[in-house]
């Protein structure tokens, strides 16, 4: 039976159900990469922050971690949400993720990274869809312009909400 969820508390998917959860060839590259990585810097992927980062590799939009809360007590493994807020955190710490601030929700950091770049999103308000880009001059500007404000940041993400070129173009 697939587990549909309802993500009432992200914004403009209210009441729209989001398909299980897909694992394919790349989530279990992703998940090899990603064990890897933590391994190489001394951090521990317990198998908690497994299931919620196979998680958020398995859906195409952001999920809340209310969403997470309920995905993994579906699955048998009921947990205080607590303790997926701490799985969160330390996914965000290794860059294996992003919180975005303007969903309340996460999404798997599309490549891992030390969390001291620059990371934009392109945030579609019609279709929900979210796009991580990358660009080397947005990140040598955001540098340039937090050295010259003397600015030291605890996050550099850049969130970028309009509609998408398909949404613009059906719409």
Do not use: W
Request: hydrophobic share 35%.
């Amino acid at each position: 039976m697939a587990h549909t969820l309802s993500l009432q508390h992200t914004g403009p998917h209210v009441g729209v159900p989001i398909q299980a959860p897909r694992f394919s060839e790349r989530t279990e590259r992703a998940m090899a990469q990603s064990e890897a990585f933590c391994r190489a810097r001394g951090a521990r992927l317990t198998p908690i922050r497994r299931r919620v980062l196979e998680l958020l590799h398995g859906f195409d939009k952001p999920l809340g971690a209310y969403d997470l809360v309920e995905l993994l007590g579906s699955q048998g493994h009921r947990m205080a949400p607590i303790t997926v807020y701490r799985a969160l955190d330390f996914l965000i710490e290794q860059g294996l993720a992003h919180r975005l601030a303007s969903r309340n929700a996460y999404i798997v950091s599309s490549t891992v990274s030390s969390g001291r770049t620059t990371t934009a999103f392109l945030i579609c308000e019609a279709s929900g869809d979210v796009n991580e880009i990358a660009s080397p001059d947005v990140a040598d500007t955001v540098t340039r312009v937090l050295r010259e404000q003397g600015y030291q940041p605890r996050s550099r993400i850049l969130e970028i909400t309009g509609r998408c070129g398909h949404c613009r173009d059906v719409h």
